[in-house]
């Protein structure tokens, strides 16, 4: 709802509140087809490699729509635009789950078609819905509160995910057929429609609505003259391509390269989302103690320590090694995606916020997606080539060339001004 003047204390409580809540039923639904399940879904229709590495680029593709998401909410506000494009989101998981049946009917072909369609959706209007949703985060809380609220809300989206996963693998136990993560992907669309609804209580002023009207090209210019909006531009690309060639490579190294079953590899999801419910609260503490800038610079390295692992990783190792990867890939994540928020909103000036997430959103995530998706379909076709025919060695040396490529872009990371 879209209130004159500015909001009072009580309606920013119960505005946090609704976020929460939404949050919390968005973890349900985001794991019924997030990143584990539509790569599992993916390689149980028998995708190959270099399209399962583009629908791990999905996720920053998908911020191509980011324009649509602007263009509403100057017409209804924050709130109600997301959840507009929540529910065309969870439409969009539907179109996935359909593609079982054209694998049912021969057409395979077609489904790899339609699945890319159907995740770009996805992720294409959870982009729109989200354009605005830093400058709401930043009207419904306060300098005190705000690194408190960040990270317990991100807690809830992780905890709920993480009791989805239990689910997800329950289910997947007693089945690991095709219509088993069908009916996994249509339960959590019918969540993530449910989840919407809290979003439409969410109370804010007119100062989005007038700020999604204004063009964003004078209010950029403005912003550029930032240093520390430039450098935090150069970084966020960087970190979203090492995330982007990092963690979804991960699930697809653990299923083809080491011949893990579905069941076990949800397993490591779940270690994966228990370390980023662990980071959610304490990188908050940490990013108001010591600054945002330098929990994402150690967050990033803890990312790129998940690809040595999997380069040092000896054979016939253990379960308990293949999980150190993903534990440290899901505290990485969220610490980043947490600090780089708060980072946002203590170097933007509100009046710049909407065109300045925007323009970063687009550029970073956008620009991250097409470079994740040509880097790492092509490099794991090349290590492939170069590995020959033992699985697991393509995946170590596509590890070795993501490391070659971003280990270096660190120093890009650690030129955000403190």
Not at 159 to 173: Q, T
Request: net charge positive.
């Amino acid at each position: 709802m879209i209130v004159a003047g500015t909001l009072s204390p009580e309606r920013q409580a119960a505005s946090r509140s609704n976020y929460n809540k939404f949050n919390f039923i968005n973890g349900f639904s985001y794991m019924c087809l997030g990143e584990t399940v539509i790569i599992l879904f993916a390689v149980r229709i028998n995708c190959p490699d270099a399209l399962v590495a583009a629908l791990g680029a999905m996720m920053y593709f998908g911020f191509l729509l980011l324009p649509l998401g602007k263009m509403v909410t100057a017409r209804v506000g924050a709130a109600q635009s997301q959840a507009t494009f929540w529910v065309l989101r969870n439409m969009a998981a539907l179109l996935v789950a359909s593609t079982s049946l054209l694998v049912y009917f021969g057409f395979q072909r077609t489904a790899m078609g339609i699945l890319l369609l159907g995740a770009f959706l996805f992720y294409g209007f959870r982009a729109a819905g989200v354009v605005m949703s830093q400058p709401l985060l930043g009207e419904i809380s306060t300098g005190e509160n705000r690194a408190k609220f960040i990270g317990f809300s991100t807690g809830a989206f992780y905890f709920s995910a993480l009791l989805s996963l239990l689910m997800i693998s329950f289910l997947v136990r007693l089945s690991q057929s095709l219509w088993m993560l069908t009916g996994i992907i249509i339960l959590g669309s019918a969540l993530g429609v449910t989840s919407s609804r809290f979003i439409r209580r969410i109370d804010e002023t007119e100062n989005i609505r007038r700020s999604a009207q204004r063009p964003i090209l004078s209010e950029l210019r403005v912003v550029f003259r930032n240093p520390r909006f430039r450098c935090q531009v150069l970084a966020s690309f960087v970190i979203n391509l090492a995330i982007i060639m990092i963690t979804p490579m991960s699930m697809l190294t653990l299923k083809r390269g080491c011949g893990v079953s579905d069941t076990r590899a949800l397993m490591f999801s779940l270690v994966q989302f228990g370390s980023a419910i662990i980071m959610s609260q304490c990188a908050g503490k940490l990013a108001a103690r010591v600054g945002p800038r330098r929990v994402v610079i150690a967050a990033y390295c803890t990312l790129l320590s998940a690809a040595v692992l999997w380069i040092c990783c000896p054979a016939g190792v253990t379960m308990w090694y293949w999980a150190l990867p993903f534990f440290l890939a899901g505290g990485a994540g969220v610490s980043i995606g947490n600090s780089m928020t708060h980072y946002f909103l203590q170097t933007v000036p509100q009046e710049n916020r909407v065109a300045a997430s925007l323009f970063l959103a687009v550029v970073t995530g956008a620009g991250a997606g097409v470079a994740g998706m040509l880097l790492a379909g092509g490099l794991i076709r090349l290590a492939g080539h170069w590995a020959g025919a033992e699985p697991f060695s393509g995946y170590r040396l596509y590890f070795v060339l993501v490391l070659v490529l971003m280990g270096p872009a660190l120093y890009a990371v650690t030129r955000l001004k403190k």
